[in-house]
């Protein structure tokens, strides 16, 4: 019978948990960003802090989570593992986490539930805080962290002590004698579904959670390289674009976005590229991909304004166990992902990598 409802169902669920998801407002979006990026930058403290980036630094950032009670309403459930082995992999070789929010899926969970059933990953974070190397940042749906009078006492009882939680940092680094900021913050800010809205977070821990559990769907499927920017990224990207010799790295999404271009919109401009070049065989080669990943009418998206600066995360809850983050190590950035699908066993893949002396304008 489930199975039955699921293929019934599935499609329409999903479409309704998008629909009541994200609400993005250009406006909104661009304010908040403006707001909290010029706050940090004039009075780093409470809203979030500036951290002085040295070549030899290393960071690892992941967002999404979503750690849940490890029912069928856990989207995190099958990523543990991935996360586990990328966190021990990364503290080995002395990366500095930042967890860029919605760590802890508090719309649909008590705290009690959520630190019962992720000890585990706790301690893996929490071996970061010992080494001075753990920012923590809140999203929408662990909001909790920035306005719970409880908040201090249960991050005390998870990690042993009571760590800040911020909106925002801000990573300077000096790349070919130019300064470069690198903006990090969850990104629900403007959205109108996410930003302190009570009838989502009641959407979805009364409807959404229960029909989920009970139908056992995962709305994160990893088919964002088979996808255009979505709406709240391409609001993101249109105000990084507006600033100079800065950059901006968010999650919420839960779609990877790297120098500003998800998969399909990188595999579009290097077709463009290769079409100017007259590169016929780049230009068969691609145009083979986009068959595997497009419907048949869609239309190339405009790279007029393109401009190599956003990123997005991802997410850590794929319905197939994989995870995917941004590294930044000796002058370059990263998108990486981690997946047991090949090998049986986490493995670090990298997706696309380039040096940070691109993003400057």
């Given at each position: 019978?489930?199975?039955?409802?699921?293929?019934?169902?599935?499609?329409?669920?999903?479409?309704l948990?998008?629909?009541?998801?994200?609400?993005?407002?250009?406006?909104?979006?661009?304010?908040a960003?403006?707001?909290?990026?010029?706050?940090i930058?004039?009075?780093p403290?409470?809203?979030?802090?500036?951290?002085?980036?040295?070549?030899?630094?290393?960071?690892?950032?992941?967002?999404?989570?979503?750690?849940?009670?490890?029912?069928?309403?856990?989207?995190?459930?099958?990523?543990?593992?991935?996360?586990?082995?990328?966190?021990n992999?990364?503290?080995?070789?002395?990366?500095?986490y930042?967890?860029?929010?919605?760590?802890?899926?508090l719309w649909?969970?008590?705290?009690?539930?959520?630190?019962?059933?992720n000890?585990?990953t706790f301690?893996?974070?929490?071996?970061?805080i010992?080494a001075?190397?753990?920012?923590k940042?809140f999203?929408?749906?662990?909001?909790?962290?920035?306005?719970?009078?409880?908040?201090?006492?249960?991050?005390?009882?998870i990690?042993?002590q009571?760590?800040?939680?911020?909106?925002?940092?801000?990573?300077?680094t000096?790349?070919?004698?130019?300064?470069?900021?690198?903006?990090?913050?969850?990104?629900?800010?403007?959205?109108?579904?996410?930003?302190?809205?009570?009838f989502s977070?009641?959407?979805?821990?009364?409807?959404?959670a229960?029909?989920?559990?009970?139908?056992?769907?995962?709305?994160n499927?990893p088919a964002y390289?088979?996808?255009?920017?979505?709406?709240?990224?391409?609001m993101?990207?249109?105000?990084q674009?507006?600033?100079?010799?800065?950059s901006?790295?968010?999650?919420?999404?839960?779609?990877p976005v790297?120098?500003?271009?998800?998969?399909?919109?990188r595999?579009?401009?290097k077709?463009?590229?290769?079409t100017?070049?007259?590169?016929?065989?780049?230009?068969?080669?691609?145009?083979?991909e986009?068959?595997?990943r497009?419907?048949?009418?869609?239309e190339?998206?405009?790279?007029?304004?393109?401009?190599?600066g956003?990123?997005?995360?991802?997410c850590?809850?794929?319905?197939?166990?994989?995870?995917?983050?941004i590294?930044?190590?000796?002058?370059?950035?990263?998108?990486?992902?981690?997946?047991?699908?090949?090998?049986?066993?986490?493995?670090?893949i990298l997706?696309e990598?380039?040096?940070?002396?691109?993003?400057?304008?």
């Open positions: 019978m489930r199975k039955l409802l699921q293929k019934l169902l599935g499609k329409w669920v999903i479409r948990s998008n629909k009541f998801g994200s609400r993005p407002n250009q406006k909104r979006i661009h304010n960003l403006t707001t909290l990026y010029h706050t930058s004039k009075s403290g409470k809203r979030g802090i500036i951290l002085e980036v040295k070549q030899a630094d290393r960071f690892i950032i992941f967002s999404d989570q979503h750690k849940g009670a490890r029912d069928y309403a856990d989207d995190f459930s099958l990523a543990e593992p991935n996360y586990l082995a990328a966190l992999h990364y503290r080995k070789n002395n990366f500095h930042i967890n860029l929010g919605d760590s802890e899926e649909e969970n008590l705290m009690e539930t959520i630190i019962k059933h000890q585990a301690d893996a974070e929490r071996a970061f010992e001075g190397a753990f920012t940042i999203g929408n749906h662990d909001l909790y962290w920035d306005n719970d009078p409880l908040a201090g006492f249960n991050l005390n009882r990690y042993g009571k760590i800040s939680v911020y909106e925002g940092v801000i990573l300077k000096t790349v070919d004698t130019k300064t470069l900021n690198i903006f990090l913050t969850h990104g629900h800010q403007g959205d109108l579904q996410s930003d302190g809205n009570w977070k009641w959407f979805v821990s009364t409807i959404w229960p029909l989920q559990s009970f139908l056992r769907i995962n709305p499927t390289d088979s996808q255009l920017k979505t709406e709240h990224n391409s993101m990207y249109s105000w674009a507006e600033q100079m010799n800065t901006l790295i968010t999650g919420h999404t839960h779609q790297f120098a500003s271009l998800t998969h399909l919109e595999i579009y401009l077709l463009k590229n290769a100017a070049a007259h590169n016929e065989k780049e230009i068969e080669m691609l145009n083979l986009l068959r595997k497009i419907k048949k009418g869609d190339a998206p405009e790279f007029k304004q393109y401009k190599p956003y990123f997005n995360s991802g850590c809850c794929f319905n197939d166990g994989d995870i995917t983050g590294e930044i190590e000796n002058d370059l950035i990263r998108l990486i992902k981690w997946s047991f699908l090949k090998t049986g066993s986490p493995e670090r997706l990598e380039m040096k940070l002396a691109e993003l400057l304008d």
